[in-house]
């Protein structure tokens, strides 16, 4: 049986879901829903894509352990529905949070399989589960073919993933999670559930770390802080570091991290080589087709670290 963390008397919690490709980026993330007063993270399902799925695994498991949370943690699947694995270890390390030296092996994940995590626990809290998709979506397209109607049971999702403006960060025009799996992303994408993307452009507008940031941040001297700003090591330059996974996180927790959403239709590039994995979204609406998500076009950089910077202190 899938382990419920129900505390009586605590009716106003928000209930969290987590998938995660876990890396540098992701572990921040994972950070801030950990420590955040009014959330309770139900599960974390880790899915292969920044690095392979153990990898990923023990780093998930790794964060809760630091952040002292007892939170199962449940491994996903190592691959994409129909392609080959390709990681982003060039970026985030060989283990994925910056190659410092940590300890990342022995941890111990829940029995179950991810996706029947992914199942029960919104089964379990029908209309009342935020999933926030850090990763490729492997594991949740996978859950919604197996039962479709989660879809209808999701009281939101939060993606960090695509591209609804700019460029991309791993071909011309796609994002890495999206590009990853893209026939992942199609399913999610066409399913019904109430779906809010934050894409790439979002994250490198408002979620860059400054060099000064990071000094203040790295500052507030407890083990969480050092650990969130050491594990970036791999992909620091003079200019700082993107972290993605947290503005979407962010996003999760309060959504006036976003200042302007749109809703608008997203569909998703599987065929073409030098798209793949592109996130079409119908801005002006020449495909007539209704729209199926809440896209993030601007947000609040300075709300986005208050948030981060608090979920680092005591």
């Not at 894509?49 to 998930?60: I, T």
């Not at 199962?72 to 694995?85: D, E, Q, S, T």
């Not at 949740?140 to 109607?149: Q, R």
Request: glycine share 6%; hydrophobic share 45%.
């Amino acid at each position: 049986m899938l382990a419920k963390n129900i505390q009586k008397g605590e009716t106003s919690l928000r209930h969290f879901l987590i998938d995660t490709d876990t890396a540098s980026d992701d572990a921040v993330a994972l950070v801030m829903a950990l420590r955040y007063p009014d959330v309770q993270v139900e599960a974390i399902t880790v899915v292969a894509g920044n690095v392979p799925l153990e990898q990923g695994l023990q780093n998930a498991l790794y964060t809760v352990g630091l952040c002292q949370k007892q939170v199962p943690v449940y491994r996903g699947l190592a691959a994409p529905i129909l392609r080959p694995l390709e990681t982003a270890q060039d970026t985030h390390g060989q283990d994925g949070m910056g190659d410092i030296g940590l300890l990342l092996s022995g941890g111990i994940p829940a029995p179950e399989h991810a996706v029947d995590a992914i199942r029960e626990t919104i089964n379990s809290y029908p209309g009342e589960i935020t999933l926030v998709a850090l990763g490729p979506l492997t594991n949740i397209a996978l859950a919604l073919l197996l039962d479709p109607t989660l879809a209808l049971k999701v009281k939101e999702c939060i993606i960090m993933g695509g591209t609804a403006q700019g460029v991309g960060n791993i071909n011309p025009v796609a994002e890495f999670n999206i590009w990853v799996d893209p026939e992942a992303a199609k399913i999610v994408f066409s399913s019904t559930m109430p779906i809010t993307m934050v894409d790439w452009y979002t994250s490198t507008a408002y979620a860059t770390i400054s060099p000064d940031e990071a000094k203040t941040l790295r500052s507030i001297g407890t083990p969480l802080a050092k650990f969130c700003i050491d594990i970036q090591a791999s992909h620091m330059n003079d200019t700082g570091f993107v972290i993605a996974d947290p503005i979407a996180m962010a996003i999760a927790l309060d959504r006036s991290v976003a200042t302007e959403i749109k809703r608008l239709f997203v569909d998703i590039e599987t065929v073409s080589a030098i798209s793949r994995g592109q996130t079409v979204v119908d801005h002006l609406g020449f495909t007539k087709q209704q729209p199926n998500a809440d896209v993030v076009l601007y947000a609040s950089h300075e709300r986005f670290f208050e948030i981060l910077q608090k979920s680092l202190q005591e």
